[in-house]
């Protein structure tokens, strides 16, 4: 295996900064919708109103994770740099290595949130269907 530089995981500070950003404009924008049903649900309380509060609180709880994993990522590519610096190589890439893979489970997360977002999309079109 071949040395990484410091420069290897500075690459991915970028990514997951606007990664990181994304996730936050996510949970931004589930918040706001939540306080907005709430309200709509405490002056008319309505079945379809409270499955999409629970379905939204799945979802920041996914993002929540999503952002526990992509800053752990960002920790570990920052130990590695340390690591790299100090000279120690080995360790230096096993660090990379890991926060790589934590970087995956994030995104692998994400992958999930998208899917129930777009489920409970088509969930909401579909029960406008009904009403026409």
Not at 44 to 57: A, E, F, G, T
Request: charged share 15%; proline share 2%; glycine share 4%.
């Amino acid at each position: 295996m071949s040395d990484i530089t410091l420069t290897t995981p500075g690459l991915l500070f970028s990514a997951i900064s606007l990664l990181l950003l994304a996730y936050t404009n996510r949970f931004l924008a589930l918040a706001a919708l939540i306080r907005q049903l709430h309200a709509e649900y405490q002056l008319h309380p309505d079945k379809l109103v409270l499955s999409q509060i629970n379905n939204l609180r799945q979802r920041v709880q996914l993002i929540k994770n999503m952002q526990i994993w992509g800053v752990a990522s960002l920790f570990l590519c920052v130990l590695c740099m340390f690591l790299i610096f100090a000279d120690n190589q080995t360790l230096g890439k096993w660090i990379f290595g890991l926060g790589l893979l934590l970087l995956l489970v994030s995104l692998g997360i994400s992958i999930k949130e998208i899917h129930i977002s777009v489920k409970a999309l088509n969930m909401r079109l579909k029960n406008m269907d009904a009403s026409e």
